[in-house]
């Protein structure tokens, strides 16, 4: 018998919309929706997914959170169409007007103008260079990238100006950009991540179905390592007693792949995310969602997250500590993590006038 409870959408992470916290907000479709980059799930229940303009001024976040190792995130979408059930960013879409259920994949905001709103930041006296943090936020390699190449003119801007990136994706679209990525890394201005959560095709098909899958990732990571790019692994979210056990093999694979460097990070279960996290254990995991639950409550002193800046990314407890034992076991094992890169901030220069015509 088929479980009531499973996705109706194929293809997407969740099948829930929840309202939004924020009831006041709410989103008319007009003459922005980007009608020409819209296209369908190719499956028997589809969900189309539409894109709107994004009239920011800014394209730089500012990080004031002391427990996040950046100062700037460059994010060009909003939204994000991988569709992975416990991404963190999903109730940002409530600020929206969204719900952070399935319009977080379906209905995405573009930020068309990013790359020329990077180079006024660049200009402006104020601008202090540092590292800036691609994905900071939603994947800036999602599936609308492949036509709108909004990240991929923002590296050449960040390449010209000399100003550092580092780089996180859970999507091989990182390779087309390689030209652009390996004179940065010439230059010591950028490093480079994949996102692996599980080795489980199927898992990922079910969790995150529109990322790249487990070998497409570990293949980007050797063709990103013989560009001699700095690459490395972030084994993203742990989930305790779903995808814990996999850390040591997910970092042996990277590694004999060219991985130089790795980070992991608990899942982190923020307002309603929680119910959508769960609904899908109950679709997904039936007889295994109270023991993971658990696990998690167990290291969160009895909740499903922490909130609060300096807290939320730790984690204690004898699960807590299994894991990161695991981790940094498993990281000497492999010869992971031996050296620190330090990208530098000393090459950039304004007004580089059209160095770029290569590109």
Not at 329 to 338: D, H
Request: with cysteine; net charge positive; proline share 4%.
């Amino acid at each position: 018998m088929q479980n009531s409870n499973k996705n109706k959408y194929r293809g997407r992470g969740t099948g829930e919309n929840p309202p939004n916290r924020f009831e006041k907000f709410h989103v008319e479709e007009t003459e922005d929706i980007y009608d020409e980059h819209s296209y369908e799930d190719d499956s028997e229940r589809k969900i189309e997914t539409v894109f709107y303009k994004d009239h920011s001024k800014t394209v730089i976040s500012k990080n004031n959170s002391s427990d996040i190792p950046f100062d700037y995130s460059f994010n060009p979408y909003r939204g994000c169409e991988h569709g992975c059930v416990y991404c963190y960013a999903r109730p940002t879409h409530e600020f929206l007007g969204f719900s952070l259920g399935i319009d977080f994949e379906t209905k995405i905001m573009i930020k068309e103008n990013g790359a020329e709103l990077l180079r006024l930041e660049f200009e402006k006296k104020s601008y202090v260079p540092k590292l800036i943090m691609f994905s900071g936020d939603t994947d800036c390699y999602q599936p609308i990238e492949k036509k709108l190449e909004i990240t991929r003119k923002a590296l050449k801007v960040c390449l010209e100006y000399r100003n550092p990136v580092s780089i996180i994706t859970k999507n091989s679209l990182i390779l087309r950009d390689i030209d652009i990525l390996r004179e940065m890394a010439k230059m010591n201005l950028v490093t480079t991540m994949l996102s692996i959560t599980s080795l489980d095709k199927i898992l990922i098909s079910k969790m995150e179905p529109r990322t790249a899958t487990p070998e497409r990732k570990l293949n980007t990571i050797q063709k990103l390592s013989e560009a001699e790019i700095p690459v490395g692994v972030n084994i993203a979210p742990v989930i305790s007693g779903l995808t814990d056990g996999e850390i040591p093999e997910i970092l042996r694979q990277s590694a004999k792949r060219g991985a130089t460097y790795a980070s992991y990070i608990l899942l982190r279960l923020p307002l309603s995310l929680k119910e959508i996290f769960i609904k899908w254990l109950e679709a997904e995991f039936p007889d295994r969602k109270e023991k993971i639950l658990n696990k998690i409550r167990e290291m969160r002193d009895g909740k499903l997250n922490e909130s609060e800046i300096g807290k939320r990314f730790k984690s204690k407890g004898q699960q807590a500590e299994a894991i990161r034992n695991l981790f940094y076991i498993s990281c000497r094992k492999y010869n992971l993590n031996q050296r620190n890169i330090d990208l530098t901030t000393s090459l950039f220069k304004r007004h580089p006038g059209n160095q770029l015509e290569m590109f």
